[in-house]
């Protein structure tokens, strides 16, 4: 198996990895030192950043990579990768307690061998991966972000647009679902003109079901179900014939 790329070294990485010590209370987040000392699937910020272009060494294999950014408590994850053990998988997840919940998720799904969860924030993705790295990525329910002054805190701008046309491989697939229109809008206004084009998309998955075949709910998506409230689904393809 050949490395397709480097590591970036770990003092140049915009997103540092945070050890106990670093923080005056280290205690007052017991998940702090539970990611840390759980193992794999775990992975912490610098563990996951050092698999940069050689994802396929740390699951021992060569196999298409699905990366789901923010897994929440890896109800999607963990199913997704119980349906295709044919693909590895991972999760980028910024909260430690929700790496936590992930990891156990997968343990309860028996997919520690193909999946894995770090901790790590979506918008320094190219310390993750190389150009080309990610198979297919799903997004499930991003942080909304709803007032006007909060919009610089939203993941589906341009600039992470102009990442994933990179790092997305030509043909891989993009999968967003979301209870915000706001999220709908940003994605397909940060596409216009860009190496992506639109598979399908629904305003009405409850009723409709996802455009695309198979899906696992999520849990935000089941708390929206629940409230009546929406969930759209944007389906795009990062165009082929434009290598990234
Ligand atoms: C609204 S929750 C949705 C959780 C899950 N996807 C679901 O649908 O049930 C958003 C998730 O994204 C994570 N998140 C937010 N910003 C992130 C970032 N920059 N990088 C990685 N994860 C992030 C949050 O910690 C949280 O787990």
């Given at each position: ?205 409850r009723g409709q079901g996802t ?34």
């Open positions: 198996m050949e490395r397709r790329g480097s590591p970036i070294p770990r003092e140049q990485r915009r997103f540092q990895d945070r050890l106990p010590e670093d923080f005056l209370h280290p205690d007052l987040n017991p998940y702090l030192k539970i990611h840390r000392a759980w193992g794999r699937p775990v992975l912490t910020a610098d563990e996951a950043a050092d698999c940069r272009g050689g994802w396929h060494e740390e699951f021992g294999r060569e196999a298409p990579l699905h990366v789901e950014i923010g897994p929440g408590n890896g109800f999607f994850l963990s199913g997704m990768a119980a349906q295709h053990p044919e693909w590895n998988w991972l999760g980028v997840e910024i909260r430690y307690k929700r790496v936590v919940l992930t990891a156990r998720k997968l343990r309860g799904a028996v997919v520690e061998d193909h999946a894995r969860i770090c901790r790590y924030d979506a918008n320094y993705l190219g310390e993750l991966f190389c150009p080309g790295d990610i198979a297919a990525l799903y997004i499930n329910h991003p942080d909304p972000w709803p007032k006007d002054r909060q919009a610089k805190n939203r993941l589906l701008g341009p600039e992470f647009v102009h990442l994933l046309e990179e790092l997305l491989a030509p043909g891989a697939e993009l999968r967003l679902k979301t209870d915000h229109l706001i999220n709908v809008e940003g994605l397909s206004k940060a596409i216009e003109g860009r190496p992506f084009e639109l598979l399908g998309r629904s305003d009405d998955v455009p695309w075949v198979d899906d696992v709910v999520t849990n935000y998506q089941r708390k929206f179900y629940e409230k009546g409230l929406p969930v759209y689904a944007v389906w795009l393809r990062r165009m082929l014939g434009t290598p990234p």
